[in-house]
């Protein structure tokens, strides 16, 4: 008699929660993410106890009809692609469909939206199950209220940092996501005090000026490349200005923040003989090519990236770092270390 069962779809999205939530920034990440993917000019996030209690996410985008509402919350529903070669040209942030059915599996979600048309839905889920459903005002927009996350999976719960760290993370997160997108203008407020402000003017100056204060982004250094697959550009700061630790450099492919060690490495080597050992520069680089020659399927979070040709494009970036700093100091750009 065989033993095996297929899993009922509350019980596998919780599963898969396990990967994509791991803490309230994962959740900040996947609704400022599909807020961006919607095309929205102005996105507000809200957070009551580091999120614990409650996030909401409000955006200005293209929003759902009633049926795409519901939908939405079901595994591998996505708008986002429809085949196998999408799969491999993805342009925007989202594409596996899973981040609304994993957070609504392990939290309560109430999700208003309407595409403008169409009249405006209010639908609840509570673990997994949609609980209710009503009509409300058709504003062009989402607004999604995620509370009690992990409500349902003490485990999780327990694993979870101070309420410090957990904000933290999300702060982090934001400020990555207004790096990443000048022409947006972002808004986090934690416990009804505002920590994130960015005008969506479309300077990335600017949003370096609104996160790291105004006299880091005067000592900014621009640098700018191009090889036959990649362009990169960004800002590095001079080598007076420095921080204690890696994180303050932000690498983005394509719009994506992603955490990648050869880029990260690239950067740093760069700087190699102008910065004290120990200390690192604030920098913000954004890596723009096919997305043909990136892959972003290497995990959940998709954080993690896969890039071709790496080590061509490490070269141009160091090479375009290095000329910008030694060029600030009147030095000669000395090549730095392979
Ligand atoms: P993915 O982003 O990978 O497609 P999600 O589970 O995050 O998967 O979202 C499912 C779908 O719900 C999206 O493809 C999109 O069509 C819709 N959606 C989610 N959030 C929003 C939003 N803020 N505005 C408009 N549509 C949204
Ligand atoms: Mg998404």
Not at 42 to 59: F, M, P
Request: charged share 25%; net charge neutral; aromatic share 6%.
């Amino acid at each position: 008699m065989g033993q095996i069962i297929l899993m009922d779809e509350p019980l596998s999205n919780k599963i898969a929660a396990g990967e994509v939530v791991e803490r309230p920034a994962s959740v900040v990440k996947e609704l400022v993410e599909n807020a961006i993917d919607a095309e929205a000019t102005s996105i507000e996030v809200r957070l009551e106890e580091a999120g614990l209690k409650s996030i909401r996410v409000t955006d200005n985008g293209k929003g759902m009809d009633g049926g795409d509402a519901v939908l939405s919350f079901s595994r591998h529903a996505t708008s986002k692609i429809g085949n196998e070669h999408d799969l491999f040209r993805i342009r925007t942030l989202g594409f596996r469909g899973e981040a609304l059915a994993s957070i609504a599996a392990v939290s309560k979600v109430e999700l208003t939206t309407s595409d403008g048309e169409s009249p405006g839905i209010r639908v609840q889920v509570e673990g997994s199950r949609v609980t209710g459903q009503e009509g409300a005002p058709s504003r062009k927009g989402t607004d999604i209220s995620v509370s009690q996350l992990f409500y349902n999976t003490p485990a999780r719960l327990k694993y979870l940092k101070t309420l410090q760290t957990e904000i933290g993370h999300s702060i982090d997160y934001m400020n990555r996501m207004a790096l990443s997108h000048p022409d947006i203008s972002f808004r986090l407020l934690h416990n009804n005090q505002e920590h994130l402000r960015t005008s969506g003017s479309g300077s990335l100056l600017k949003v370096i000026s609104d996160i790291y204060g105004a006299g880091t982004a005067r000592k900014m250094l621009r640098f700018e490349a191009s090889s036959a697959d990649y362009e990169v550009s960004g800002y590095g700061t001079v080598p007076d200005i420095t921080r204690a630790s890696k994180n303050y450099i932000t690498v983005l492919v394509n719009g994506r923040w992603v955490k990648s060690f050869m880029v990260n490495k690239a950067i740093i080597d760069a700087y190699h003989t102008y910065l004290p050992i120990g200390r690192y520069p604030i920098a913000v680089i954004s890596i723009k090519g096919d997305p043909y020659l990136t892959d972003v399927n290497v995990h959940p979070a998709k954080q993690q990236i896969r890039l071709s040709k790496e080590s061509e494009l490490c070269a141009l970036i160091r090479d375009a770092v290095r000329q910008a700093v030694a060029g600030a100091l009147g030095a000669p750009a000395a090549k730095p270390p392979k």
